[in-house]
């Protein structure tokens, strides 16, 4: 060990890893912008002072310049209030010169850099400390989650591709990590933006955009935002609305997403067309056919008229009428066919069917051949896809007797679909014969865009799995650092699965490396070694179980409405590795040491856990303990010398399980400060992650 790291050993103990943890995003402001461009786009969040990159999925996006913008500030004593608005009406009429100060009070008059250089800011912060000044802070509006702002000026290359890219801030700080990722747009048409916050009492004047063009603004509490736009008598325009798609989960919100609503009204303030939602999405469509040659207002607001700085929006313009684009079958290797060629044939699984449910109170009648004893599948994809369908599927057996009925199917909260409509069903036939298959909407409603794939197959189990989250953060040296896995499992598989971690430089699985049969969730372990170079690592990640291979995606943990967990999937996994010495490379098991713990009702498991002394520390100690540890399973800690024996024991009645687990570890040191003092050091990291069995 050198004597940089030695020196560093101490200090770097006592950072806790509770504050790098909450680097993270809570909306992006706009949230894209045109091929070509030069930007300005606020990025609103959590502990973003360490911020100093960015990373834009497909490339094309390059960060020229970033600004920690003012929050919400409102000054701390009447004269400063004075002094500050004063300042900023001299500003926006256009003088140069700072106003005298009154009463100026040591501890009473609050410091803030951007009060005192009103007259050097940029447009954009000039509006954000404007609104801090002007505007008193709403508790009841005040989320920590949003409470820090940067302002990014971005360049947009001219032949950047198109579409959704994945958007994060990269920190450093002297650990590079990374936050969760937005969605960000790149367009090839004008953008327009509402105005900027306005001096009080001036408000902000409706912007006049063309079509087509990309909308973007922002909803503030009860606020409603206006756009003018001209069109010729009998022109049709249609508006798309991102919103929910920008910032899926809101935690502290309820309905747990924006709810936008547009409005278009001529020149007499009439309503002429309205939307609120897109069928089951709540990000509405709206077409409009000109009645007239006029100048027309677009509406935009939140349903409950509820607002904050995430409600986000961006409106995608295009003349003519509203195209949906038709879902696509799952790549799944099975025979398609339409349900005009499946119509009247008895038909041989597997075979994927596309249809359609035209007209409210349809159905859609299908027969298949089975054999007795082997398992047949009849699954719908519909709302997965994007169809409005909410499904409903019968099965019949040859004697025309109704012997299976399904209507929502239950998945995991992965992805931004909240409703697991979608019907499955899984059954054993009794008898050779000719079954009956129905397909028709549980809500009664039906049309073109009622599309629907239904396949009829033999079970085939797989499953996916997603690391929680997308990019997680691991300590050198520091022992384990544990992570979330998460199973979406098709078709009944219940299997063991592996996981295999390759090209990821000097980052290995620590502990079991593989997720216990039959569990949805569960936990996984990574440890790094001493490294200078603390870039990001772009490893592969497979889940392996028998014949199936599959690589494993990132995904980031979201809560919706206070209460609901939702996994929204990433495009790609990165690691980062985060120099925070917790001296878990001072205790290590055996070197055979399987990592599994077998226990048996009533009995015990014992392992022991070496510790290498640090000269440097004086009096240590460790304290073991099993966070959320298997009913029934308790852990303690004998301490012989230099290793402690870890005796796990299962009560009589404990129930059987199967687990990941992984032991944390207190580790306390009393150490010689360099002015000669004695203090005490506190440091908390995992042990490997261990197989956890009750029998």
Not at 271 to 287: G, I, K, Q, R, T
Not at 461 to 471: D, E, H, I, K, M
Request: aromatic share 12%; net charge positive.
């Amino acid at each position: 060990m050198n004597n940089f790291r030695k020196k560093s050993m101490i200090f770097l103990a006592s950072v806790s890893a509770a504050v790098l943890s909450g680097t993270t995003i809570g909306y992006i402001y706009p949230a894209g912008g045109q091929a070509g461009k030069t930007i300005q786009v606020i990025v609103g969040g959590q502990a973003l002072w360490p911020i100093r990159d960015i990373v834009v999925s497909g490339g094309g996006v390059k960060l020229l310049k970033l600004q920690n913008a003012p929050g919400t500030f409102y000054p701390g004593c009447w004269e400063q209030n004075q002094w500050v608005r004063e300042y900023m009406r001299q500003v926006y009429s256009g003088k140069l010169n700072q106003p005298r100060r009154i009463n100026k009070q040591f501890g009473v008059w609050r410091y803030s850099r951007f009060h005192e250089e009103l007259d050097h800011l940029d447009p954009l912060m000039l509006s954000l400390a404007c609104k801090g000044i002007f505007e008193r802070p709403n508790s009841l509006q005040a989320s920590p989650a949003i409470g820090q702002k940067l302002v990014l000026t971005l360049q947009i290359a001219p032949d950047a591709k198109p579409g959704a890219r994945e958007f994060r801030l990269i920190g450093s700080s002297g650990n590079l990590r990374s936050t969760n990722p937005m969605r960000f747009y790149i367009g090839k048409v004008p953008e327009f933006r509402e105005q900027n916050y306005q001096m009080p009492p001036l408000k902000r004047l409706p912007v006049t955009f063309t079509v087509p063009s990309v909308i973007n603004g922002q909803i503030e509490p009860g606020e409603v935002d206006h756009f003018k736009f001209k069109l010729k008598k009998g022109e049709t325009v249609n508006f798309q609305l991102k919103g929910r798609d920008l910032n899926p989960f809101i935690g502290d919100g309820v309905p747990g997403n924006f709810q936008p609503v547009l409005e278009i009204r001529d020149e007499k303030g009439r309503s002429l067309a309205f939307a609120d939602d897109n069928y089951f999405d709540p990000d509405p469509v709206l077409e409009f056919t000109a009645p007239a040659d006029a100048l027309y207002t677009l509406e935009i607001r939140d349903a409950l008229y509820r607002g904050r700085e995430d409600f986000v929006y961006r409106i995608d313009a295009a003349r003519g009428k509203y195209k949906r684009s038709a879902i696509t079958a799952p790549a799944m290797d099975i025979p398609e066919i339409c349900e005009h060629a499946a119509a009247g044939k008895k038909l041989r699984p597997p075979v994927m069917i596309s249809g359609t449910i035209p007209a409210p109170g349809a159905e859609k009648i299908f027969t298949f051949q089975a054999v007795k004893g082997k398992k047949i599948v009849a699954e719908i994809f519909a709302r997965r896809l994007g169809s409005p369908l909410d499904s409903i599927l019968k099965i019949y057996d040859p004697d025309g007797r109704e012997i299976a009925v399904n209507d929502d199917f239950e998945r995991p909260n992965v992805g931004y679909n909240m409703q697991h409509v979608d019907s499955f069903i899984c059954f054993t036939p009794a008898k050779d014969g000719v079954y009956t298959v129905k397909v028709a909407d549980t809500a009664e409603t039906g049309g073109r865009d009622h599309q629907f794939f239904l396949r009829i197959d033999r079970p085939r189990p797989g499953f996916q799995v997603y690391l929680v989250p997308s990019a997680p953060w691991i300590s050198l040296d520091t022992g384990t650092d544990v992570f979330k896995v998460v199973m979406e499992k098709f078709d009944g598989f219940d299997r063991e699965i592996s996981l295999e971690l390759k090209k990821a430089e000097n980052i290995t699985i620590s502990g079991i490396s593989s997720i216990p049969g039959g569990a949805s969730e569960s936990i996984i372990g990574f440890s790094s070694y001493w490294t200078r170079k603390l870039k990001p690592v772009y490893p592969e990640l497979w889940a392996v179980s028998g014949k199936l291979r599959i690589p494993v995606k990132g995904a980031d943990a979201a809560m919706q409405a206070f209460a609901y967990t939702h996994y929204v999937p990433a495009e790609r996994i990165m690691m980062f590795r985060i120099w925070i010495h917790g001296n878990g490379d001072r205790f290590k098991f055996p070197p055979k040491f399987n990592f599994r713990v077998p226990l048996k009702r009533g009995g015990s498991f014992k392992v022991n856990v070496n510790y290498a002394p640090f000269k440097s520390h004086f009096k240590p100690a460790a304290e073991f303990t099993l966070p959320e540890a298997p009913e029934g399973v308790t852990l303690k800690t004998v301490k012989k010398g230099n290793t402690y024996q870890l005796i796990f024991t299962a009560a009589k009645n404990a129930p059987a399980v199967t687990a990941n687990k992984a032991v944390r570890v207190k580790y306390t040191f009393d150490y010689k400060h360099r002015d000669g003092s004695i203090r005490k050091s506190v440091s908390n990291f995992h042990m490997p992650v261990l197989r956890i069995s009750v029998r």
